[in-house]
């Protein structure tokens, strides 16, 4: 930062005060106003730039000038924080304090000027959601959008940046940002463990049949589970045999298990499902079917070679 001239300009600003002419508030408001513009006038004489913004803060919520607003600018520019004290000084130079004195005006480009040199750009780039929402310092920036690149601009030094998006783990980087000097992220954001979870249904012809998600639960003639994605130990018991298989969850997706077979009375004979599955898989009509997200290409039943498939025929 360049802050060699600030010690004349504040104390040019800091007898303005008197010099402006707005709208006359009531006695007491102007009154507090001008002792808070006091206030920030000794703690900026003194480098207590944090109080002065806290000050003068105050003093223009009540009594709109530019001088106040001039000084706070330049206690925004003594904290570090170039990008709050360009934003005040647009402020003033557009009127909406009050119209400033031509010295002041002359004064407030000269240190915008130099507060825009201070700031750094950044650019990110999001993938792996639509879109999210980005904070600088836990204060929100703006929304990425994937594929486009947001350009913010930052204070320089240590920036804490964050991006959150539903259903995606929080993204967060400390950021070294030097000044003038364009700071690019890559950021992609991954499916939580929520979002990851597939949704297994499991249903028998024979609504009395026990199902089994061996190790997770049973139930009879349906059962649903919210499941980790991963390879799971499928059992049926009726009363005409039992059965084993096995499926494998993809993330994110769900996964409808139909087990009809086509008669009954041979459910004892494993050879009677290979056969049986493989027949009804190519007959599409009824058997073992898995449904999923009709963007997955289609997979196997290791057992009974049966085709994952998007819907019922």
């Known amino acids: ?9 504040v104390s040019f600003c800091l007898t303005a005060w008197s010099l402006e002419c ?4 009531s006695s007491d408001v102007s009154k507090r106003a001008r002792e808070l513009f006091e206030q920030g ?19 223009l919520r009540l009594v709109p000038k530019a001088s106040a607003a001039f000084n706070l600018a330049v206690a925004y520019r003594g904290m570090g924080q170039p990008k709050e004290a360009t934003e005040v ?41 639509k879109r999210a929402t980005v ?7 703006g929304h990425a959008v994937q594929g486009v690149p947001l350009k913010l601009i930052v204070n320089p030094g240590e920036r804490l940046v964050s991006v959150v998006a539903p259903m995606r783990d929080p993204w967060q980087k400390t950021v070294l940002a030097r000044a003038g000097k364009l700071t690019s992220l890559q ?18 012809k024979d609504r009395k049949a026990r199902l089994e998600i061996v190790g997770v639960g049973s139930g009879r003639g349906r059962l649903v589970r919210k499941l980790a994605p991963g390879k799971y130990q499928l059992r049926l ?17 769900r996964h409808r298990v139909e087990l009809e077979p086509e008669r009954s009375g041979m459910l004892s004979s494993p050879w009677f499902w290979v056969v049986a599955g493989t027949v009804t898989a190519g007959a599409a009509v009824g058997g073992y079917f898995l449904f999923s997200d009709r963007r997955e290409e289609p997979v196997r039943d290791p057992v009974f070679g049966v085709t994952e498939t998007l819907g019922r025929f």
């Open 1 to 9: 930062m360049r802050l060699s001239w600030s010690a004349a300009m």
């Open 135 to 141: 904070r600088v310092d836990g204060v929100e920036a």
């Open 41 to 59: 006038k000794t703690a900026m004489s003194v480098g207590r730039f944090d109080e002065a913004r806290l000050a003068l803060s105050e003093s």
């Open 22 to 25: 707005p709208a006359q508030p």
């Open 237 to 253: 018991i009726s009363a005409e045999g039992e059965r084993e298989s096995e499926v494998v969850l993809n993330p994110a997706t």
């Open 187 to 204: 950021v992609t954001l991954a499916l939580s463990a929520e979002a990851r979870m597939s949704t297994l249904e499991l249903v028998a």
């Open 89 to 129: 000084l647009d402020r003033v130079l557009s009127g909406t304090y009050g119209d400033a004195p031509p010295e002041m005006q002359e004064q407030a480009e000269r240190l915008r000027s130099e507060a825009l040199a201070d700031l750094v750009p950044v650019k990110l780039t999001l993938a792996g959601a």
